[in-house]
Nanobody, 123 residues
């Protein structure tokens, strides 16, 4: 079992930055690939970024490439998402998720999920 808790969301103006964190507890965090997803009301959950269990491999959806950076600190059991140059269309609830062994952009393959953190970008 892995428990995931997101934090760091909030209200920011367009062009601003936020850093989301996802604290993990339970089974060995470093064994899992991790992903960030986001979801707006009435819409399907969307893949944002993924990272391998070592942190050496990452992937991003096209709309956030060059603006968002996913990273992890296995010593601290924490996943991060640095979000820069935020746009109003980035407004969503952001979720972290864990999957074994590799990351995927398909949400149905992730076993563990956090409760989500709201990010709101004002224009």
């Amino acid at each position: 079992q892995v428990q995931l808790v997101e934090s760091g969301g909030g209200l920011v103006q367009a062009g601003g930055s936020l850093r989301l964190s996802c604290a993990a507890s339970g089974r060995t965090f470093s064994s899992y690939a991790m992903g960030w997803f986001r979801q707006a009301p009435g819409k399907e959950r969307e893949f944002v970024a993924g990272i391998s269990w070592t942190g050496s491999s990452t992937t991003y959806t096209d709309s956030v490439k060059g603006r968002f950076t996913i990273s992890r600190d296995n010593g601290k059991n924490t996943l991060y998402l640095q979000m820069n140059s935020l746009k109003p269309e980035d407004t969503d609830v952001y979720y972290c998720a864990a999957r074994y062994p590799r990351y995927s952009d398909y949400e149905g393959t992730y076993r563990y999920w956090g409760q989500g953190t709201q990010v709101t970008v004002s224009s």
